[in-house]
């Protein structure tokens, strides 16, 4: 929805020993209409997004680190 914060809290499947590196790319049709923040822990990853309009968007993302 527009101009609305949206927010998903991905799981690591195993946990690190650290907060990893981790890499978030939005993907929209239109550039330059949102805006994306994360933080991480160990053991997950959290995805804020905001977009201005309705426009279908996807984000990419990867993590690395060492396992705990």
Do not use: D
């Not at 993907?27 to 201005?52: F, Q």
């Not at 426009?55 to 705990?68: E, M, P, R």
């Amino acid at each position: 929805a527009a101009n609305t914060i949206t927010s998903k809290v991905i799981q690591f499947p195993i946990a690190f020993s650290a907060s990893p590196v981790v890499q978030v790319s939005p993907n929209a049709g239109v550039p330059n209409y949102l805006t994306c923040s994360y933080s991480s822990s160990a053991t997950e990853l959290t995805i804020h997004m905001t977009r201005i309009n309705a426009t279908a968007t996807w984000l990419s993302w990867f993590a690395v680190g060492i396992s705990a």
